[in-house]
């Protein structure tokens, strides 16, 4: 009976040993459980958690947990270690990863300011969507802010950000097609943008809106 008792406990460890080797949780599960965790308050748990799913390769977890670092919520024995998971993160091609980090270089935040290293960012992140990206990016384009002014490149971007209902942007690119800044002038653009811009509830859009509506169209103000 002893014999069996003792066979038995080592079967019980060695099936125990098993499975804490075994976990084979997806990086996407733990990345979801640690938001719960987070969302729960247990910051801890979701540091853990997001760890285990960034080292896995899971991009979201990545960004989060750099995030939490970057937050003071959690921290690494590495000090760089914010830095090093939002790279890894943006080089992963997460759009607001890739926005986090050029925002970093932009302001200079914990980092040498780098306005082409934040252009290069802004860039990658605008060009999967990202709408505040595409502002950013414009605006460096239209004031010549690290890089050579060039209107039609700011237009290009600021309509693109226009379509997807940014209202700043929607107001920018009908002053833009206004007065024939980066693309040729067209009053009935300028009055659709400065249209959509108004049903946002911006008031100098809605004058303007106003001002076009009432006037000629066929010749650029």
Known sequence: MRHLACRTMLAAGLLGAATAHADNTPPAALAQSAVSAYEAGRLEEAAQLFDRAARAGNRLAQFNLAMMLYRKETTAPEPDAAWRWLRRAAGAGLAQAQFNFALLYDHGNGVAKSLPTAAEWYRRAAEQGH???????????????????DLAEAAHWYLAAARAGHAGAQYIIAS??????????????AEHWYGQAALQDDPAARAKYETLRAGPRDEPR
Do not use: F, I
């Not at 709408?131 to 690290?146: C, F, I």
């Not at 833009?176 to 653009?189: I, N, T, V, W």
């Open 131 to 149: 709408t505040e990206a595409q502002v950013s990016l414009a605006t460096m384009y239209y004031v010549g802010h690290g890089m050579p002014q």
């Open 176 to 189: 833009m097609y206004e007065s024939g800044e980066g693309l040729p002038a067209d009053l009935r653009q």
